[in-house]
């Protein structure tokens, strides 16, 4: 019983502000650490793909941001979700200040992926299920910013939001799932929870860590921003 | 270790434009990002971010 007080307690943005701001200076550090110790995994100990020769070396901030950009998406549709149904204020604050670190995930998974097609396919773009799919992500997004920054008052601003982000949603699975329904030129995922990696130890270690460096980012940029949030509105 | 010097290390085997445009807009994405929160963190409240 006592934790759920506690939790509540956290649901005010007064009490979460200093939280936050404790929180986010640990996550950027252990980014920084993390993502340091992935790149010189990457490019140091992870040996020369057979195939694609130092091209491949994209993966290593093409895949976690890929995923970042559809797991923050997910993140942000839950809080906006929680903001519509309970009417707590930081929770709708949450979902708007995880909204651009998402779609600057999206915008370099795209822009590295692009990058990475040009060499491996011949081509910087094709309009397979993947990457069409993951463009209309990036769309959610900026919709996301554009219509909460259109609407003047803040609250009719965040349930115009939350339900953009909700119906939205649907676009996740699509995009995870594309390369499984769809006949599509990008491969399908070399790693999953239910088998062991499809690539050297070295490469999946580097990928890993640039993840989890892209997972402590997002909090802190998500938690700072979300203390900027609350000091402009209360 | 997979270079034998600098000139190789930025060569990536031929793949240099795209590998390192790749890691090169990441970090400028990111550090713009850096730049804005701290930015309006200082606006909106006197703490560093």
Redesign the interface.
Known sequence: MSATIRWFWFASPQTFFPLAGTIARVCWIGAALLAAAGLYVGFFVAPTDAQQGEAYRIIFIHVPAAWMSMFVYVVMAAWAAIGLAFNTRLSAMMASALAPTGALFTFIALWTGALWGRPTWGAYWVWDARLSSELILLFLYLGFMALQAAIDDPRRADRAGALLAIVGVVNVPIIYYSVQWWNTLHQGASVSLSRAPSMAAAMFTGMILMALAFWLYSIAASLTRVRCIIAERE | ???GSWSE?FA????G???W???G??FA??AL??WA?AR??RR??A?A?
Do not use: C, D, K
């Open positions: 270790m997979n270079w290390f990536m085997g031929g793949y434009v795209y590998v445009g790749s890691y807009v990441t994405a990111i990002e850096i929160l309006r963190a909106s409240h703490a971010p």
